[in-house]
């Protein structure tokens, strides 16, 4: 055998095993032996980004792959609202967590998917930098404020804190910013402040460089942040797998309720399993103070959409009213088996 021979022999056993690794490594195949199986036995797609408010989305995962029955469902990750949107127009993601008042919007365009449960409470929050002259807000007059959506909940909250202040829209610059470029854009002065979910908020503070003006609830009591949207075809076609789902989310809410151990432990393997972000932060969100988010209650209800509704529809976003009953499924959230907790703390602890 040749030198040349042995060379090209190494370096192509090299190529392979680098291509096997990699495949091994970064190659959901759950994902795609899944797209393989009969319908009936498909695990569902269900799209998150990493926020808290979805938190109970890779936490029912989890636990699920901890327990005997295996996982539930297949949970994709996003990097934005858009991205989200599109998969659900195209039915590539049977389920998702979005805002309600994009979910509002996509029902409202004939997009066949209905909302069946909430995300979380509270959560979102307005920062500025931490020594820029914003003290109060009506300080903003004049300056610029990102948000993550013109359908999103924290641009409506903005509007709600402007109609206290007496402020005009034409007073206030808002631009729609991806979440994870904020902290960017405000370390260098490109915007004044920031609305936006948890653990961005917590990680301004942490950085150093910006500080929270009020909470979500200061001027929305009972903030709700994102909301679980599901297919219309899943729901008609498969709803045993659907209630299973929200019942997933609403036992995973209740543990994530039970107090600061149960948190931290979320913080740390939702960080480094899911989020790709550092545990320290999501444990900054979800302990400072604990009521920072809430994952109680969470069926959804007929005030919180109808008030969200008006004010898309006051706010140019929406051209058409749209009952509560055409975009939303309580029946999921009505029959969702809470009342007892899984059993898999011991294994949450093992698998650590």
Excluded at 100 to 121: D, E, N, S, T, W
Excluded at 290 to 299: K, Q
Aim: net charge positive; glycine share 6%.
């Amino acid at each position: 055998m040749s030198l040349k021979f042995k060379i090209i022999l190494s370096v192509s056993a090299w190529l392979v095993a680098i291509s096997a690794l990699h495949a091994y490594l970064n190659v959901n195949w759950g994902s795609i032996l899944n797209d393989y199986q009969p319908p009936a036995k498909r695990k569902i797609n269900v799209a998150y980004i990493p926020v808290t408010c979805q938190l109970t989305c890779p936490v029912t995962d989890y636990i699920s792959k901890l327990s005997q029955n295996g996982e539930i469902f297949l949970p994709r990750l996003f990097q934005g609202f858009p991205e989200i949107k599109e998969a659900l127009i195209s039915n590539r993601m049977q389920a998702a967590f979005i805002v309600a008042p994009l979910a509002i919007a996509l029902r409202a365009q004939g997009v066949p998917i209905k909302v069946v449960y909430l995300g979380h409470r509270y959560g979102s929050a307005v920062v500025v930098r931490k020594n820029g002259p914003i003290k109060t807000f009506a300080d903003l007059r004049g300056h610029t404020i990102a948000i993550p959506s013109r359908f999103s909940d924290e641009r409506l909250l903005v509007f709600r804190a402007m109609k206290v202040w007496g402020i005009k829209p034409s007073e206030v610059k808002m631009v729609e910013m991806a979440p994870p470029d904020v902290a960017g854009a405000m370390a260098v002065g490109a915007i004044d402040a920031f609305v936006m979910g948890e653990p961005f908020p917590s990680q301004a503070e942490i950085g150093g460089y910006g500080r929270i003006l009020f909470q979500a609830r200061e001027y929305w009591p009972d903030y709700m942040s994102c909301i679980l949207v599901v297919q219309q075809d899943l729901i008609d076609r498969r709803p045993e797998v659907v209630q299973r789902l929200v019942d997933g989310i609403a036992r995973s809410g209740l543990w994530l309720d039970k107090g600061k151990p149960e948190r931290e432990d979320a913080a740390d393997f939702v960080g480094r399993f899911y989020y790709n972000q550092k545990p320290a932060l999501l444990r900054w969100a979800l302990t400072k103070p604990l009521d920072r988010v809430m994952y109680a209650p969470l069926a959804p209800r007929k005030a919180d959409f109808d008030m969200v509704r008006d004010l898309m529809i006051e706010t140019g976003v929406l051209n058409k009213k749209i009952n509560f009953e055409d975009y939303t499924d309580t029946r999921f959230s009505d029959g969702a088996k809470t009342e007892t907790a899984w059993k898999y703390e011991a294994g949450m602890a093992t698998a650590k």
